[in-house]
């Protein structure tokens, strides 16, 4: 069974910093291109960022771009997302998924307020 666990998310101000991550088991990891999406109130689902399975390779929507970094370390099996310069624009529940399924996890909640 295919198992994501996101966390890391909270309340910081804007300007300010998080680190999400996304600890998997049930599958080849390593094996997987992985993405996070994020959906904020109201709104529909949004991708954020895409990383290849080896790493070598990421993508990121225009609203994060040189904000956000996606990486991963399959020896632990887990995905990351560094979040920096955070704007209010970005508060959303963040989830971590396999770019070829749209099962995620529970997500873990990320609030930009002052």
């Known amino acids: 069974e295919v198992q994501l666990v996101e966390s890391g998310g909270g309340w910081v101000q804007p300007g300010g910093s998080l680190r999400l991550s996304c600890a998997t088991s049930?599958?080849?990891?390593?094996?997987?291109?992985m993405m996070w999406v994020r959906q904020a109130p109201g709104k529909g689902l949004e991708w954020v960022s895409i990383?290849?399975?080896?790493?070598?390779?990421?993508t990121y929507a225009d609203s994060v771009k040189g904000r956000f970094t996606i990486s991963r370390d399959n020896a632990k099996n887990t995905l990351y997302l560094q979040l920096n310069n955070l704007k209010p624009e970005d508060t959303a529940m963040y989830y971590c998924?396999?770019?070829?399924?749209?099962?995620r996890g529970q997500g873990t909640q990320v609030t930009v307020s002052s």
């Open positions: 998924k396999q770019t070829s399924s749209s099962s």
């Open positions: 990383i290849n399975s080896d790493g070598g390779g990421r």
């Open positions: 049930g599958f080849t990891f390593s094996s997987y291109n």
